[in-house]
């Protein structure tokens, strides 16, 4: 119903003039009339006015006026992510979803999954360790980083939860039992074993929808919480990278490139499935050969050297002073001694970490947060480095993998500690004879 339609039938329900009703809402009875009429837009004074004098809801009356109420006004300001959540409930956002199959159980609980994610846990549950220089935190990030200090971290080097489903309970089980779900078990190759990876075309337009409202309030609490000049390493693969890269520049980072982690993995590659042998000269996806990690940084206060001098960031550490910090690094998939000390279904390997967590602190002072903390691979780089750091992660059981996998991924060195230099995911038949062998290349 119109606006004016729903005031006159309710003026007239109640037997009151239009103008009694303009004396009392103090305005002039020809404007009521023609607000009445559908033929001005009525104040919001006035809006407000109606609702206290005809005993109706303020905020169901600013919609009908087709404003919006101020308390979602500033629920909006305060709490974006959360409103979106609560918006996709009952609408798709103005978004085409030709095969939009809201209802069906596994996204209505990614959905709230995301939901108690925003809403976060409450403070008794975070429970807070201390190892070496590093502190880790079992907590809800956003949670944990709204009530942060500004100003207080120096770099963020993290790897989100992609589609932040593949974390959901019923998910993390089907994984847990072996059962794949969102979690691809890869078809064995040449005779290897190979770890689970999540599958991220399945999200749907909804899920990319909620993933993008969630990414926009965490960029915007990292702004708050990072120094000027301070980086943000985030991992991400070719085909969900979007989701977090343009949050993060609308937030107000700068994008700064990318680092290539130049990894061998059996993402894509497969023929048409089921219909292999009509096509075999096609792949439906490249086979992914290496991993982005966007590289973003809070604007500097000032030049470079004097946001250096004052913040002790702006810039990255230099590997030697030949060689600076270089964007494409070449690793191989994380070894099954790490996987055995942190048994993360996404654990990073200690290869690659280290070296960008080292690069995240240009002067090699300040704190290293990862808010996505896992097995813990960022928080026991940044021990191996010498730095500072904080991990938060909401899942009870990886927190208390990482709290006891820190300090042996920190001291942890490849090709020692039992470490046979192999793929994690390699049978004992394809090793050689000492029980080593070079990583082969799954193209060979
Ligand atoms: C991709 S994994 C990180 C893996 C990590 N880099 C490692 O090497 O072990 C993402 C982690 O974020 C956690 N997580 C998901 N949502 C979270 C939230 N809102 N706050 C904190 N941790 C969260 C998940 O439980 C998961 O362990």
Known sequence: MEFGT?????????????????????????????????????????????????????????????????????????????????????????????????????????????????????????????????????????????????????????????????????????????????????????????????????????????????????????????????????????????LVYMPLMDAGFEKRGEIIRLVQTLRGGDRPKNAEGEFPDVTVMPRSAWEPWGLFRKPCDGLVQENLRKWHTGGLRRESAERPFTDVITCSPTRSTEREIANHPSLKPQSFVRQVVRAALPLAKGIVLDPFMGGGSTIAAAEFNGYESIGIEADPAYFDIAVKAIPRLATYVPGRNGDDGTDDDKPASARNGNGTSKQRSLFD
Request: glycine share 6%.
């Open 6 to 242: 729903f005031v006159r039938n309710n003026r007239e329900s109640k037997g009151v003039s239009l103008r009694v009703l303009a004396q009392r809402a103090e305005v002039n009875p020809a404007y009521l009339s023609r607000v009445e009429a559908g033929k001005v837009p009525p104040s919001d004074q006035l809006v407000a006015r109606l609702a206290t004098l005809l005993d109706c809801s303020e905020e169901e009356l600013f919609l009908l006026a087709g404003k919006l109420p101020a308390t979602i006004q500033e629920f909006v300001k305060r709490e974006p992510y959360r409103a979106a959540m609560a918006l996709t409930g009952v609408a798709t956002m103005g978004v085409a979803e030709p095969t939009a199959t809201y209802g069906d159980s596994s996204e209505q609980e990614n959905l709230s999954v995301l939901g108690s994610i925003a809403s976060g846990r409450p403070a008794s549950k975070c429970r807070e360790e201390h190892i070496g220089r590093s502190t880790v935190v079992h907590a809800d990030c956003i949670e944990w980083l709204r009530q942060r200090s500004p100003n207080s971290i120096h770099a963020v080097v993290t790897d989100p939860p992609y589609g932040l489903r593949e974390y959901n309970e019923t998910e993390k089980a089907k994984l847990r039992a072996g059962k794949g779900g969102v979690w691809r078990i890869p078809p064995t190759f040449d005779g290897c074993r190979r770890m689970p990876v999540p599958r991220f075309t399945t999200l749907t337009k909804k899920e990319q929808l909620a993933m993008r409202a969630f990414f926009a309030e965490w960029a915007s609490l990292l702004l708050r919480v990072l120094v000027p000049g301070g980086h943000v390493f985030v991992a991400s693969n070719p085909l969900v990278s979007h």
